[in-house]
């Protein structure tokens, strides 16, 4: 998945992004709540018809790979626009 693709998937209020290392595996979108604390989105990968965000207890992420700011990705794609004069 692509920067443009995760900021085009991104559920609202999304913080973080763990990108899976195998194709074919939805990432899985974060939250920061607090000092050490994330939320996960639960959607069953985009099949749950009631999405909501769950608290990790003691930040307890499952199957985390590589986990990405949201807004290091963004800044990332302004730069890139900028370097390419769109």
């Known amino acids: 998945m692509n920067n443009q693709e995760i900021l085009a998937r991104r559920p609202k209020d999304a913080s973080h992004v763990s990108v899976p290392f195998t194709l074919n595996t939805p ?44 807004q290091d990705i963004v800044e990332i794609e302004q730069l890139r626009k900028e370097q390419e004069g769109e």
Do not use: H
């Not at 989105?41 to 790979?65: A, K, S, T, V």
């Open 27 to 70: 990432p899985t979108w974060l939250r920061y709540e607090n000092v050490g604390e994330f939320s996960v989105w639960m959607d069953d990968g985009g099949l749950c018809e009631n999405p909501y965000w769950r608290l990790m207890p003691n930040n307890c992420i499952e199957f985390p790979e590589y986990i990405r700011a949201i």
